[in-house]
């Protein structure tokens, strides 16, 4: 049974950090591109971060460009998304999903098939 499941997330002042986890089991890790995607209170799914299988790869939405960086341990089947200088629109509930087929890098016409539970980050002070 494949699972993803977030951790790391709470509240945190602007200007902070935190590193989000995403821990995946029931599938070869290291053979699918995974994404960050969030979404804001009262506000749809926004695309934050995609990393290829092998992590050379990466593209990010502009609005994190910068101060996010999307990585992954292949070996602890892992997938992180270290954030730094926080702001208040950064206030969501983060997904990572693992890229249905796999390939390489996983677009944006891509489907994703499995989704984990969310993890909530609040940025405030």
């Known amino acids: 049974e494949v699972q993803l499941v977030e951790s790391g997330g709470g509240l945190v002042q602007p200007g902070g950090s935190l590193r989000l986890s995403c821990a995946a089991s029931g599938f070869t890790f290291s053979t699918y591109a995974m994404k960050w995607v969030r979404q804001a209170p009262g506000k749809g799914l926004e695309w934050v971060s995609t990393?290829?299988?092998?992590?050379?790869?990466?593209n990010y939405a502009d609005s994190v460009k910068g101060r996010f960086t999307i990585s992954r341990d292949n070996a602890g089947n892992t997938l992180y998304l270290q954030m730094n200088s926080l702001k208040p629109e950064d206030t969501a509930v983060y997904y990572c999903a693992k890229c249905k087929l796999d390939i390489d890098y996983c677009g944006a016409h891509r489907e994703y098939d499995y989704w984990g539970q969310g993890t909530q980050v609040t940025v405030s002070s």
């Open positions: 990393i290829n299988r092998g992590g050379g790869r990466i």
